[in-house]
């Protein structure tokens, strides 16, 4: 069992890293697309409508075989819109795709728009010194948002054992213990009512999902 927990690892964390170096947005999908037999989806947790996007066939094929899903779109976060109708989602949540060589910041906007006013938008994304300039570039983007009274900031929660690191870039001192692990951080906001900003109608009130 430890042996094979082991290889599975490495093997992961080969793959990782050979997807760090890609950059063409074809060899990205395909590269996906050959992992998504190993790729382990995210759980429900108590939510009862699962609408999920991807911009790989082969992942979303996986998905629609766990049977969690009520909606599946094909869909490359920052190339095109969501598809999906401007305040749908009691919670809208990406997770370990906000990084340099991955999701672009631009697509932060659109996670706004397909979420209902009083609803959570949960984010992640790297600390480590690799993805420092990404991260800056991310937070301006949230901060922005924020000024602007489209979302409150909730929560900023940083992680020291965010995840293994697949290369010794990704590692620095402050950001990797001994273990390998280097950091990250969780952001929760809530989408404000604008009207509501204006001075006209009652506070956000937390989804009824949550």
């Not at 999908?29 to 992992?35: G, Q, S």
Request: glycine share 10%; aromatic share 6%; proline share 7%.
């Amino acid at each position: 069992m430890a042996q094979a927990e082991a290889g599975n690892l490495a093997e992961a964390r080969a793959r990782v890293g050979a997807l760090h170096g890609i950059t063409d947005l074809d060899h990205k999908l395909h590269f996906y697309e050959r992992w998504a037999p190993d790729y382990d989806q995210l759980q429900a947790r108590g939510f009862l409508q699962l609408h999920g996007v991807d911009g790989s066939p082969k992942m979303l094929e996986q998905a629609q075989a766990r049977g969690l899903y009520q909606h599946l779109s094909l869909c490359t976060l920052g190339q095109e819109p969501l598809p999906s109708s401007e305040g749908t989602f009691d919670a809208v949540l990406i997770v370990g795709a906000l990084s340099d060589g991955q999701v672009p910041c631009s697509a932060i906007p659109e996670l706004l728009r397909v979420t209902k006013p009083g609803g959570l938008v949960c984010l992640t994304t790297r600390t480590n010194p690799s993805n420092l300039r990404y991260k800056e570039a991310l937070e301006t983007v949230l901060d922005r948002l924020e000024q602007a009274g489209a979302w409150k900031r909730l929560v900023a929660w940083p992680v020291d054992r965010w995840e293994l690191a697949t290369s010794e870039l990704e590692m620095g001192p402050g950001t990797s213990d001994r273990d390998g692990f280097i950091s990250g951080i969780i952001y929760l906001y809530r989408k404000q009512d604008m009207a509501q900003e204006e001075g006209v109608g009652p506070s956000p009130q937390p989804p009824a999902d949550l």
